[in-house]
């Protein structure tokens, strides 16, 4: 099992810019694909980034696409989410994932596709 804690949310005007990180303990954070998710009041949680284990591929949401990038440092157990040109419809809280079996193949934007969750930083865009 491994531990996830975000940081870095918080309110931004429309077109500011954030960056999330996601810090992991207690497991091999470079092997595992990783994961950033968000939820709006009312809404499902949807798939925003990932990232694989080496940094090979990542992929995106449509509607993050060209704004957010997703990164990730092996050496420090970290995954990060910058995101610019943020908009109103970007509120939510952002959750990040690990999959920890990253052998199976999983589709990376299926939250079934991860095993541990962090508790989420609320992102807030004010118009």
């Known amino acids: 099992q491994v531990q996830l804690v975000e940081s870095g949310g918080g309110l931004v005007q429309v077109g500011g810019s954030l960056r999330l990180s996601c810090a992991a303990s207690?497991?091999?954070?470079?092997?595992?694909?990783m994961g950033w998710f968000r939820q709006a009041p009312g809404k499902e949680r949807e798939f925003v980034a990932a990232?694989?284990?080496?940094?090979?591929?990542?992929n995106y949401a449509d509607s993050v696409k060209g704004r957010f990038t997703i990164s990730r440092d092996n050496a420090k157990n970290t995954v990060y989410l910058e995101m610019n040109s943020l908009k109103p419809e970007d509120t939510a809280v952002y959750y990040c994932a690990a999959d920890m079996r990253s052998y199976r193949g999983s589709n990376l934007a299926r939250a079934n596709a991860y095993d541990d969750w962090g508790q989420g930083t609320q992102v807030t865009v004010s118009s």
């Open positions: 990232i694989t284990w080496g940094s090979f591929r990542t």
């Open positions: 207690g497991g091999t954070f470079s092997r595992y694909n």
